[in-house]
């Protein structure tokens, strides 16, 4: 039940933005963003799940790619069909490799910005969709983009707005991310949140920032004391 907010921009030439919070089982082992796959991958930065080797978010900084996937439920699942980690989606996508189709994996929305376009493909273990983004502010978490049924989508997406200027453009919208932390983890609209009492054994964990232009791509990374609980955050 991961968030990301994205902004694209309205001038042609200007920066994507993108900010991903992580939820994820604190018992499941990962490495923090950096350079884990130099012979399959090489180039290629992410945070890598430990246990079966993928990303939860990756970046090809020269080629100026970012990838990020959010767990989404399926609506079916086939018998006996053999599944993979969602996580080497994410290494695909990074390098500009299509989706198989169907994809082999449970249901996933995949979020891929480059300069030319921001798109998010949705997978429900029964049909593939995918919406290229317009300029504006967006949000995603475990259904559609921007969809009104999601609490925390209809709680702050106006609130998100624009990201700020400069080195440290990511500084407004960690000040609205502190603020959505009013609530508490278990609320429905939270950010920051303690997924078990709905039945998942996860927890926010960290928070990527990036920034994706035709001069290439920049991530960002910071991870939060305790699970679930929000602490002011430094991210480099």
């Known amino acids: 039940m991961c968030t990301v907010i994205i902004h ?79 996580g080497h989606v994410v290494l695909d996508a990074v390098e500009g490799a299509p989706l198989d189709d169907p994809p082999r994996t449970h249901g996933f929305n995949l979020v891929e910005v480059d300069a030319a376009r921001t798109r998010v493909t949705m997978w429900d273990g029964a049909t593939v969709r995918t919406v290229d983004l317009g300029p504006g502010t967006h949000m995603i978490a475990h259904d559609d983009v921007d969809d009104p049924a999601t609490a925390r989508i209809s709680a702050w997406r106006d609130a998100f707005g624009a990201p700020g200027d400069g080195e440290r453009w990511w500084t407004p919208w960690l000040a609205t991310l502190e603020g959505t932390t009013t609530l508490g983890p278990t609320d429905d609209r939270a950010i920051i949140r303690d997924n078990r009492p709905f039945g998942y054994p996860t927890l926010s964990l960290l928070v990527c920032a990036a920034s994706v232009s035709a001069d290439g791509a920049e991530v960002v990374y910071g991870e939060l004391d305790e699970p679930g609980a929000w602490n002011s955050l430094q991210l480099r």
Do not use: C, K, M, Y
């Open 8 to 86: 694209v921009p309205q001038e042609p030439g200007a920066p994507t933005r993108l900010l991903a919070v992580r939820d994820e089982d604190p018992e499941r082992a990962w490495d923090p963003l950096g350079p884990w796959w130099p012979e399959t991958h090489p180039g290629v930065l992410g945070v890598r799940d430990a246990r079966a080797g993928g990303a939860w978010l990756a970046a090809d900084p020269a080629d100026g790619r970012v990838a990020v996937i959010l767990n989404r439920a399926d609506v079916e699942v086939p018998d006996g069909a053999e599944l993979f980690s969602r």
